[in-house]
């Protein structure tokens, strides 16, 4: 066993209750009254909660050093670098300890993309539709390709390197309705021990044959794989109904009845995204009271349901999402690109938890940094602000919340695991003379937010483990 200690500016969010473990009373009757002249914790910034009713705070420490135990793949301890490195330094017959010096780098906890589809990083960027011409015209023809075992895996293993190299480590993916897509990224996942949640894809109508699978059959094909998957290792499995067009009443019935007869598996699916697919969907079903009525008459909302984009809803939808705990994914540079519409970020966490994705393939980035950019200028374009503390809450610790792997990862609180990236706010020439320029920590943040991306991320570390290292580092 190996401790490595990461020395570095360490930046990540607290929940109240990570606060009150860290902190004041415990130390102040320590006796340390200048606790606060040390304290690290961000007090004064108020950010939206994913969760209703809590406090986030940012905690940065400039000269930090996180501490990870390279056996359990979690984090140990992080702090001060001062006093890691001589705690460490004094521990008689401890294990051997290994000294990485990031010091003029930014370390965070690893990127969560709670939407994105795999098999579509091979049609990303595909010109001229929106939503329902595009789905028919590039994405259908791409998903049919994954009946091939070796496409599958070729791709998941192209997919996940992709993703280590925008620094994220956790995501919510939709395969295809392909079984052995599902099956073909768990394994590639698992191999990386990278946490990741996905499910094959649930259609039988209004889509090309030999991507719908009859609903008893699509059923079984998910209840075998959450048998093999769920919870082996880091992956967990979400039911995956495409959306209320593409399946029949009864396959999303079963899909209902297989997602209540767990507690811990997932369901995924989209709603509301586009005018058009509201439209048909208000069609398909003429005696709801609108599109999320339909899934909830299914029975498939709920706090473990995570539903795409939620742009056009009624206010009732709203009131059902909070009573129902449900969660909105938001994919900024997916309604952009498609052409969907605007996305009102306050509004609708005021109601429930809403998590910030890239919707690859009709999102046009992998990098979480990138949506972020684009996430911010949808809520200008509403008068809505996204400040730098809050978009980089919510692609870490916020979308682990609305995941509910809050309690695994999210962020550097001890025994959460080891799932973080090291960031070079430099990376370029252009971000090196700019941020020579900022004044203050939020400012910096917020033009790593506009300018960054796959370029800013030097190394991906996994549970401990190194993933990704950029050709620069
Ligand atoms: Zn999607």
């Not at 044959?209 to 769920?230: F, G, M």
Request: proline share 4%; with cysteine; aromatic share 8%.
């Amino acid at each position: 066993m190996t401790i490595h200690i990461y020395q570095a500016r360490l930046l990540h969010y607290l929940s109240e209750s990570d606060r009150t473990e860290r902190t004041p009373s415990k130390i102040a009757n320590a006796n340390q009254p200048d606790y606060a002249q040390v304290s690290t914790i961000d007090q004064s910034t108020t950010l939206l909660p994913v969760t209703a009713g809590e406090r986030i705070y940012p905690e940065y420490i400039a000269d930090g050093a996180l501490v990870v135990d390279d056996v359990t793949g979690r984090i140990v301890e992080y702090g001060h670098s001062k006093t890691i490195l001589s705690k460490y330094a004094n521990a008689e017959g401890k294990p051997a300890v290994k000294v990485h010096d990031h010091r003029d780098k930014l370390i965070m906890p690893g990127f969560i993309d709670t939407h994105v589809h795999y098999p579509q990083i091979d049609m990303i960027a595909a010109y001229g539709e929106q939503l329902l011409d595009w789905l028919n015209n590039y994405t259908f023809v791409t998903e049919a390709n994954f009946g091939d075992p070796k496409v599958a895996h070729d791709t998941a293993q192209f997919f996940l390197n992709q993703l280590l190299a925008n620094g994220t480590t956790s995501a919510m993916v939709f395969a295809t309705s392909h079984p052995l897509s599902a099956e073909a990224f768990f394994a590639e996942s698992h191999r990386l021990n990278t946490r990741m949640i996905t499910g094959n894809v649930l259609m039988d109508q209004n889509a090309p044959e030999p991507l719908c699978v009859p609903a008893e059959q699509s059923i079984r094909d998910t209840q075998n794989i959450i048998d093999k998957w769920h919870e082996r290792g880091r992956q967990h499995v979400a039911i995956t109904p495409r959306f209320a067009i593409t399946s029949s009443p009864e396959q999303l019935r079963l899909a209902g009845e297989l997602y209540t007869s767990y507690d811990s598996v997932y369901l995924q699916t989209h709603l509301a995204e586009n005018r058009d697919e509201v439209a048909f969907v208000q069609q398909l079903y003429p005696n709801h009271k609108g599109y999320l009525d339909v899934y909830d008459d299914m029975g498939l909302l709920g706090r473990r349901t995570t539903l795409a984009h939620g742009i056009y809803l009624e206010t009732p939808e709203y009131e059902c999402l909070r009573e129902t705990g449900t969660q909105i994914s938001h994919c900024p540079t997916s309604n952009l690109f498609l052409g969907s519409g605007l996305f009102d970020l306050p509004k609708t966490l005021s109601y429930t938890g809403v998590s910030i994705a890239t919707d690859v393939g009709a999102g046009t980035s992998l990098s979480m940094l990138t949506t972020l950019s684009e996430a911010y200028k949808i809520q200008q374009l509403q008068s809505n602000q996204l400040s730098a503390h809050q978009g980089l809450y919510q692609i870490t610790l916020g979308n682990a919340q609305s995941l509910l792997l809050d309690d695994k990862i999210g962020n550097f609180m001890p025994n959460k695991e080891a799932d973080f990236v090291v960031i070079d706010m430099k990376a370029t020439e252009l971000l090196e003379r700019r941020m020579a320029q900022t004044k203050s920590l939020e400012e910096q943040l917020f033009v790593l937010m506009m300018l960054g991306d796959d370029r800013v991320i030097e190394q991906t570390v996994v549970a401990g483990v190194s993933r990704y290292r950029s050709a620069a580092s």
